[in-house]
């Protein structure tokens, strides 16, 4: 079956860090640009940073210089570094493939990231 599973969110102080992972099976992630989504309470899920097959990526504003995305295509697995982090990053965090509508993999449960002192 075609998953994604999460892992490595938590809770963490302001300025911060944590690691994200993403397992993922088939073979649709090594051949697709993937991404790291959030999704904050009453807020419309959104994609913060993105990385193509090759490497290449890409960030939203508000993260950008704090995340950095990547991915191990022999273990079928993304990352996640989040560093200097703020309340405002506090979501649930999902991967998924990146510049599909909707997405290929069915959407994962998650990792919950919580920012607070």
């Known amino acids: 079956q075609v998953q994604l599973v999460e892992s490595g969110g938590g809770l963490v102080q302001p300025g911060g860090s944590l690691r994200l992972s993403c397992a993922a099976s088939g073979s649709i992630f090594s051949l697709n640009a993937m991404g790291w989504y959030r999704q904050a309470p009453g807020k419309e899920r959104e994609l913060v940073a993105a990385?193509?097959?090759?490497?290449?990526?890409n960030y939203v504003d508000s993260v950008k210089g704090r995340f950095i995305i990547s991915r191990d295509n022999a273990k079928n697995t993304l990352y996640l570094q989040m560093n200097s982090l703020k309340p405002e990053d506090t979501a649930v965090y999902y991967c998924?493939?990146?510049?599909?509508?909707?997405?290929?993999?069915?959407w994962g449960q998650g990792t919950q990231v919580t920012v607070s002192s």
């Open positions: 998924n493939t990146a510049g599909y509508y909707p997405p290929l993999y069915h």
């Open positions: 990385i193509t097959s090759v490497g290449t990526t």
